[in-house]
C-alpha cells in the first residue's frame, strides 16, 4: 500500500484543518489505518487510528474531543478532521497503516506515507 497526504498548511489557533491521505492498491480496505506526528526536535507519536472496517477507533489524550478520524474504503482515502487547533499540534502528520488501533506505537506501523505539515500559529 502506497500512502500519500496532504491537506496541511498554516491556521491560526483555534482555526480547523483537514488531512487527507490517498491510498494506491485495491487492500486499503483490509487495514487498520491511522495518523502519526512529530513535532520539531520531538520524536514521532501516534495522534489517532481507526479499524479497516471504521467500527473502532482510537485516540491521543491530547486530541480527544478536538480530532476526528474516518475513512471511505470506496475512495481508498483516509481522513483526519482537526479542530480547535493549538500551537501544541504544530508537526508534520504521517498518515500509516498500524496493526492495531488503540494507541499503537510506531514500530507496529506496516506503511508509512509522506507527511504534510501542519502549523498553528497563535
Known amino acids: 500500500v502506497q500512502l500519500q497526504a496532504f491537506g496541511g ?3 491560526q489557533a483555534g482555526g480547523s484543518l483537514r488531512l ?12 487498520n489505518m ?7 526536535g520531538k520524536e514521532r507519536e501516534f495522534v489517532a ?9 482510537g485516540y491521543t489524550d491530547s ?5 476526528t478520524i474516518s475513512r471511505d474504503n470506496a475512495k481508498n482515502t483516509l481522513y483526519l478532521q482537526m479542530n480547535t487547533l ?6 508534520v502528520y504521517y498518515c500509516a497503516a498500524p496493526r492495531t488501533v488503540k494507541s ?7 506503511y508509512w506515507g509522506q507527511g504534510t505539515l501542519v502549523t498553528v500559529s497563535s
Open 49 to 57: 487510528a481507526i479499524s479497516w472496517d471504521g467500527g473502532s477507533t
Open 34 to 40: 491511522g495518523w502519526f506526528r512529530q513535532a520539531p
Open 9 to 11: 498548511g498554516l491556521v
Open 86 to 91: 493549538k500551537p501544541g499540534d504544530t508537526a
Open 63 to 67: 486530541v480527544k474531543g478536538r480530532f
Open 104 to 110: 499503537p506505537s510506531s514500530d507496529s506501523v506496516r
Open 20 to 31: 487527507s491521505c490517498a491510498a494506491s492498491g485495491r487492500t486499503f480496505s483490509l487495514y
